[in-house]
């Protein structure tokens, strides 16, 4: 099992700054990608960011430009960091975790989500 535990979300004015971080702890020498996934009101869960344990990241294109995935191994945390934030980013957000175990079943863990407001 993997906790996943997000933070820094909150409310700030278009064109501001946040930092998103997300703590992981349990089994995770089992995950090899990271992400951020967002869920604004009436819509569906979506990608933003993920980070492969490579080194490879990939964006959504509403983003690319605006938001920098990246990681602290020592910590165990991968963090989100958002510039130039629009009102329509105004979501929850969500750390996710993927990875495989010993039986090459798909492991997917997601955390409880934070906060970002984006007032115009």
């Known amino acids: 099992q993997v906790q996943l535990v997000e933070s820094g979300g909150g409310l700030v004015q278009a064109g501001g700054s946040l930092k998103l971080s997300c703590a992981a702890s349990?089994?995770?020498?089992?995950?090899?990608?990271m992400g951020w996934y967002r869920q604004a009101s009436g819509k569906q869960r979506e990608l933003v960011a993920t980070l492969i344990s490579g080194g490879t990241t990939n964006y959504v294109d509403s983003v690319k430009g605006r938001f920098t995935i990246s990681r602290d191994n020592a910590k165990n945390a991968v963090y989100l960091q958002m510039n130039s934030l629009k009102p329509e980013y105004t979501a929850v957000y969500y750390c996710?975790?993927?990875?495989?175990?010993?039986?090459?079943?798909?492991?997917?863990?997601w955390g409880n989500g934070t906060l970002v407001t984006v007032s115009s």
């Open positions: 996710n975790a993927q990875g495989l175990d010993s039986f090459f079943k798909l492991l997917n863990y």
């Open positions: 349990g089994s995770i020498f089992s995950i090899n990608t």
